[in-house]
């Protein structure tokens, strides 16, 4: 069996399992409760297991889901080992995007920019 997983999902599922709560994992990841429970719920539809308890404060791992936590934590420690052997100096890089007033742009950004570079 396949599975067309996607990371913010796994992202998703990793943060309740360790907050032990949807409401704590929205408020941690930045989504409304209701994102954090379409998440959970297309994950568990693709893997076809309940992942989660749902109990009267918060959730806990089902036994798949133990499994499934096992294996979502080992994705991101390989995750990470890519990560630091692409960029083993550490050096941040990606992108940045910023907004400023003409005069702003004119006066400090232009130095600030080549600085950066």
Not at 26 to 50: D, M, N, R, W
Not at 52 to 71: C, K, N, S, Y
Request: hydrophobic share 45%.
């Amino acid at each position: 069996m396949t599975y067309d997983l996607a990371m913010y999902q796994l992202r998703t599922f990793r943060e309740v399992a360790r907050l032990g709560s949807f409401t704590k994992a929205a408020k941690s990841l930045g989504y409304a409760q209701s994102s954090i429970s379409a998440h959970i719920q297309a994950l568990e539809s693709h893997v076809g297991f309940k992942l989660l308890q749902r109990m009267p404060r918060g959730v806990r791992l089902t036994t798949a889901g133990e499994i499934f936590h096992d294996h979502t934590l080992r994705i991101f420690h390989v995750m990470d080992e890519m990560a630091t052997a692409l960029n083993p100096a550490g050096e941040p890089a990606g992108q940045a995007a910023v907004g400023a007033s003409a005069l702003l742009l004119e006066s400090r950004v232009g130095s600030l920019m080549r600085e950066c570079r």
